[in-house]
Nanobody, 121 residues
Framework: QVQLVESGGGSVQPGDPLTLSCAASGRAFFSYAMGWFRQAPGKEREFVAAIGVSGRTTTYSDSVKGRFTISRDSNKRTVYLQMTGLEPEDTAGYYC??????????????WGQGTQVTVSS
């Protein structure tokens, strides 16, 4: 019903900004909340940010609050993750998901393939 494709990942230096995009297909996009998760090698999948269906409600993990901003554009059927002040600890594969507004991965029904973000000097 919903296909998600992330883009915008890459290798950057500490302190650099980077914006990730997640393009969605299908009208069902307008009925789902969207979330961003990340997973580093040997680590569990970690919640990053989520945005409600209307885009008025957002929530962030403590580790990224104040540095990352999630937003969505209904016209482009795209959700974004604007990242600033990137740190080596942010290095991970980033995944977007569609589902119910939550911090729990199990509440999301659809997932993208992921995009890699590497932060190093």
């Amino acid at each position: 019903q919903v296909q998600l494709v992330e883009s915008g990942g890459g290798s950057v230096q500490p302190g650099d900004p980077l914006t990730l995009s997640c393009a969605a297909s299908g009208r069902a996009f307008f009925s789902y909340a969207m979330g961003w998760f990340r997973q580093a090698p040997g680590k569990e999948r970690e919640f990053v940010a989520a945005i409600g269906v209307s885009g008025r409600t957002t929530t962030y993990s403590d580790s990224v609050k104040g540095r990352f901003t999630i937003s969505r554009d209904s016209n482009k059927r795209t959700v974004y993750l604007q990242m600033t002040g990137l740190e080596p600890e942010d290095t991970a594969g980033y995944y977007c998901a569609a589902g119910t507004f939550s911090r729990l991965p199990s509440q999301y029904n659809y997932w993208g393939q992921g995009t890699q973000v590497t932060v190093s000097s």
